[in-house]
């Protein structure tokens, strides 16, 4: 991805390093790829922020070197910067009103947010209460060595996902579908998740395909990096990394085809039209 030159966005907040104050111990829920079934990519991090075990979230924090940290500081500033300049584009244009921006966090194994204790084991996600983004860069190598998708704009897709969950924040979705959820059974209810979550892979396909029209900040294999992202990070494969087993009832982001496939029409298109996943008879 050609960073570098963007612009560099100045809604970044960084608390690396300031640890949490008052913060009583408490613990994960064990794993990696258990708490990215569970929370990876913007799904509703309550879950995990109440599991307790007793031990700090710092303990098992990865390291990473304070120059790779401040590279990555700056290329989550630069990216978050390319998907301001888009979506105040499409927002002008799609609704005749201003994008109202959101702010990203940086932090290192633990941070408060409005929705709760963030830990880094949990992947990054954004929190509707306060229009924040959370990420602790260190989950960038995670993603690279664990879930077997490098690249930097697999890490870009990663950011505008969950950008795209504050886009459908702003335009009220994500409460419609907060409503809805306390209506119907869990099965049901993890359907709707799944539908918000492919919706949110589809804004980020339409961020990259704008982003590339107006400052060609696409490189080869970029693309191929953020759809084997995009697979990798799909139910299916972390319940069967996880558990053993698949059970499609309790997806709560997409299988990793779905979540493939919808990242794909957002970039295809670069329309928000053709993110409707509600509408879709199949997803």
């Not at 109440?50 to 031990?55: I, K, L, T, V, Y």
């Not at 990420?135 to 664990?146: C, E, G, I, K, V």
């Not at 997409?254 to 919808?262: C, N």
Request: glycine share 10%; with cysteine; charged share 20%.
């Amino acid at each position: 991805m050609k960073w570098q030159s963007s612009r560099r966005s100045i809604n970044i907040e960084d608390r690396r390093g300031a640890g949490v104050p008052g913060m009583a111990a408490t613990g994960g829920i064990g794993s990696l790829l258990l708490a990215l079934v569970v929370a990876l990519l913007g799904g509703d991090p309550s879950v995990v922020f109440e599991q307790g075990s007793g031990n700090s979230p710092y303990d098992n924090a990865p390291q990473v070197s304070p120059a790779e940290a401040d590279r990555s500081a700056e290329f989550v500033s630069a990216v978050l910067g390319e998907t301001e300049d888009t979506w105040s584009t499409i927002f002008r244009s799609e609704f005749g009103a201003d994008y109202p921006e959101p702010s990203l966090v940086l932090y290192s194994g633990a941070t408060q947010s409005a929705c709760g204790l963030g830990q880094s084991a949990m992947g990054p996600f954004y929190c509707p209460a306060d229009q924040k983004i959370y990420l602790d860069t260190s989950f960038f190598r995670d993603l690279s060595t664990q879930l077997g998708a490098p690249g930097d704009f697999a890490q870009a897709y990663v950011i505008a996902h969950e950008v795209g969950h504050h886009v459908q924040n702003l335009l009220g979705v994500s409460n419609e579908v907060r409503r809805a959820q306390q209506r119907v059974s869990s099965t049901q209810a993890n359907e709707l998740s799944v539908r918000l979550e492919l919706q949110a892979d589809c804004f980020a396909g339409v961020w990259a395909h704008n982003a590339q029209a107006a400052r060609q900040i696409l490189e080869e294999g970029d693309i191929e990096e953020a759809l084997n992202a995009a697979s990798q990070i799909g139910d299916d494969r972390l319940q069967l990394e996880s558990q053993g087993y698949v059970t499609p009832d309790s997806f709560t982001h997409g299988s990793s085809q779905q979540r493939a496939e919808w990242f794909y029409r957002g970039i295809e298109s670069g329309d928000i039209n053709q993110c409707n996943t509600f509408d879709a008879a199949q997803i």
